[in-house]
């Protein structure tokens, strides 16, 4: 344990030098090879100042692992969601550490110590082999993540109660028919903003009258959900994708809120 905490140190220490000269991924690979080369030492190795010496290099793999995986959370996570992800993420964690210690002692009763360990660092090296195929850590650590509110306040003529819902908002845009195809494909990362940010439906429509007039649709709970959208979850990275819907309209876009329908006496 002194070993792996000191080798944990040691990495802790080189952390800022090895994220300027490595990527998050190429970070996982290094660590995961490391952290599968010590425990495949330690299962085969009868000596103790061997599997001290490679305890140090497994708990380098170990702190890099860990500080990679927290750190690329906090940088891709917007403030408004931040706490409630990061939550979610050590459940999973935690979790899977306590569940991960159940089924391991369940295959080393038939395997044994010594072939528990070799499996369990072969089964390290492969998920670290793989990184370059398949990314565990996406390119979002430079993503626009302040909060912008750039949506016109919606026109209201009565009080909406903040609990009044669901709310239907429709936005036209008006698109040229050589820029369709573009302005489709733009609208798929739209809707995973509008889902992101609160909305629970999502869909594109097409005027069959017009094929040039499109409709956005997208319901929202509640008005003080929407509200939310406008003034607290849309970040610099939905302002990007939005821009990149408006740019394709050939008018400025128009959008409507809907509620649904009460009595005057009802909205008093």
Do not use: C
Request: glycine content about 10%; aromatic content about 6%.
């Amino acid at each position: 344990m002194a070993a792996l905490g000191a080798g944990a140190v040691g990495a802790a220490l080189g952390m800022g030098r090895l994220r300027k000269a490595l990527t998050a991924n190429q970070l996982l690979l290094f660590s995961g090879l490391l952290y599968g080369g010590g425990v495949l030492v330690t299962a085969l190795s009868a000596s103790l100042p061997v599997v001290a010496a490679v305890s140090v290099v497994t708990g380098a793999g170990w702190l890099v692992t860990l500080s990679t995986l927290n750190t690329s959370m906090q940088l891709t996570l917007p403030a408004w969601v931040r706490a409630r992800a990061l939550a979610a993420y050590l459940i999973v964690f935690l979790g899977g550490q306590g569940l991960g210690s159940l089924l391991w002692g369940l295959v080393a009763r038939p395997l044994g110590t010594q072939g528990t360990l070799v499996l369990a660092a072969s089964l390290l090296v492969v998920g670290a082999a793989s990184l370059p195929l398949f990314p565990l850590l996406p390119g979002t650590g430079t993503l626009d993540r302040t909060v912008s509110a750039h949506w016109p306040e919606p026109a209201l003529v009565f009080e909406a109660a903040g609990d009044t819902g669901p709310v239907l908002v429709e936005i036209a845009y008006e698109v040229a028919p050589e820029d369709l195809p573009e302005f489709l494909e733009a609208t798929q990362r739209l809707s995973r903003s509008r889902l992101r940010t609160g909305a629970t439906r999502w869909r594109v429509y097409q005027d069959t009258s017009d094929p040039a007039k499109l409709y956005e649709v997208f319901e929202v709970p509640t008005w003080d959900e929407h509200l939310r959208q406008h003034h607290e979850r849309t970040t610099g990275f939905d302002q990007q994708v939005l821009d990149r819907v408006r740019a394709l309209s050939r008018t400025e876009p128009r959008s409507r809120h809907l509620l649904p329908a009460r009595s005057a006496a009802a909205r008093g």
